[in-house]
């Protein structure tokens, strides 16, 4: 039986990992620390097979970002997680799952300009958010030795039923808006059932490296928001010809990129040894409108 201790009780992505293993109660056993106050420093790590790091600062942070809110930012998404990896060494822990983001490759590219990341794409981050990951990563990594695996994650847009973030979003707007604009745009994207599988399988072969987990398909944005309306019976008039809109938008705001730009990674970045990709993006779009 594997023993797996996630960081950070009550997370999205953590609890989520413990409803799927769930499913084996014979195969995994699967406790949560929390990590808010120091008290976690106390919990022994030993006995655990692997330490899931989920804990961390999200970003959503949209205007200017204070010094004390970077320092928070640091001080969680790059100072605890190593902190971390260090205490789960030291007791003897065997593999450390560190969740990182795409964020580390800055944020996506303008409307119409092509955004593909491949193994030798070098760090950009455009946020605190990303820089604190970047950062994380590079204190990790070194401790990785023959008897402490280390496995960095960078997931693209992670989504699914009670998630956060864009895809809430995109789906409040598909319920709403008459209309819609036609881009023809890619993204990465990641269904959380796709994740807690792929998390599943290098746990199960003890991993270690830098891993791209994504759907099997691209993402556009267009037709997510086109199914969406459809799962809720909508019928939204989608126009064409407003891309030179969306560019002219975009030099007063972010949104237009945020929600139209592009970022993939390439799919041979993402390749396993195993299938981890169950759920396609348009019956992942489905459960999770659905559930």
């Known amino acids: 039986m594997k023993k797996i201790l996630i960081t950070g009780a009550g997370s999205y992505i953590g609890t989520s990992l413990e409803r799927y293993l769930s499913a084996w109660p014979d195969r995994y056993r699967v ?18 097979d692997c330490v899931y790091h989920v804990a961390g600062i999200a970003h959503a942070d949209t205007g200017a970002v204070s010094e004390e809110r970077k320092a928070l930012y640091y001080r969680v998404n790059t100072d605890l997680a190593v902190e971390t990896a260090r ?5 003897g822990v065997r593999q450390f799952i560190f969740m990182s983001s795409a964020s580390v490759y ?5 409307i119409g300009k092509a955004n593909v990341v491949e193994r030798d794409t070098p760090f950009q ?15 990790i990594l070194p401790l990785s030795d023959e008897r402490f695996k280390v496995a960095i994650l960078r997931p693209p847009m992670i989504y699914g039923p009670g998630s956060k973030g864009n895809y809430p979003t995109l789906s409040k707007l598909a319920k709403k808006l008459p209309f819609f604009p036609v881009v023809e745009n890619r993204r990465s994207m ?13 746990v199960d072969h003890e991993d270690e490296g830098i891993f791209w987990p994504q759907n099997a398909e ?13 799962i809720h019976g909508r019928r939204i008039l989608f126009v064409r010809g407003v891309t030179w809109a969306l560019k002219l938008l ?6 237009p990129n945020k929600a139209f730009g592009n970022m993939t990674y390439a799919q ?24």
């Open 31 to 48: 406790d949560t620390v929390d990590m808010i106050d120091g008290s976690w420093r106390e919990t022994s790590f030993s006995g655990y």
């Open 87 to 91: 205490k789960a060494k030291a007791d």
């Open 106 to 110: 800055g944020s996506t590219t303008p």
């Open 125 to 139: 981050p455009s946020n605190v958010y990303g820089d604190s990951k970047v950062k994380a990563e590079q204190g």
């Open 190 to 202: 990641l269904f959380i059932d796709n994740l807690t599988e792929f998390v599943r399988l290098i």
């Open 218 to 230: 691209y993402s556009n944005t267009t037709k997510i928001v086109r199914q969406i309306a459809e």
């Open 250 to 255: 975009s030099l007063f705001t972010k949104l």
């Open 268 to 291: 041979e970045l993402s390749a396993y040894r195993e299938p981890y990709q169950k759920y396609s993006l348009e019956e992942s779009i489905r459960i999770t409108e659905q559930t």
